[in-house]
């Protein structure tokens, strides 16, 4: 029997209302992996109070995890680079911070 080494999402996102009152229709929907627990990701930075709001903490949980996951999986890409040790160090203060 094989593990598997990613976590499978799927997002579903669509229009509810545009800024220039043009008719919200457009959707997408699509997988990822990922090899964090995002939801558990989500819980931490829910934790860590890190905004007033919830939903940003839920937007900014995702958001993070997707773009770490490109960003690792494609770190040999020249225009990613010069990101990682920025990266890196963004993620240390970010797993060290708390609040109070």
Same mark, same amino acid.
């Given at each position: &029997?094989? =593990? @598997?080494?990613?976590? !499978?999402?799927?997002?579903?996102?669509?229009?509810?209302?545009?800024?220039?009152?043009?008719?919200?229709?457009?959707?997408?929907?699509?997988?990822?992996?990922? %090899? $964090?627990?995002? #939801? %558990?990701?989500?819980?931490?930075?829910?934790? @860590?109070? !890190?905004?007033?709001?919830? $939903?940003? /903490?839920?937007?900014? *949980?995702?958001?993070? @995890? &997707?773009?770490?996951?490109?960003?690792? =999986?494609?770190?040999? +890409?020249?225009?990613?680079? /010069?990101? &990682?040790?920025?990266? *890196?160090? #963004? &993620? +240390? *203060?970010? @797993?060290?911070?708390?609040? *109070?």
């Amino acid at each position: &029997m094989s =593990t @598997k080494k990613n976590n !499978l999402y799927k997002i579903q996102l669509a229009e509810l209302a545009l800024k220039d009152g043009s008719p919200a229709n457009k959707t997408v929907e699509f997988e990822f992996e990922n %090899h $964090d627990d995002v #939801f %558990h990701i989500i819980e931490l930075v829910k934790t @860590k109070k !890190l905004f007033k709001d919830e $939903d940003k /903490a839920v937007e900014f *949980g995702i958001g993070l @995890k &997707m773009f770490s996951e490109v960003l690792i =999986t494609n770190q040999d +890409k020249d225009f990613f680079k /010069a990101l &990682m040790p920025a990266f *890196g160090a #963004f &993620m +240390k *203060g970010l @797993k060290a911070y708390n609040q *109070g």
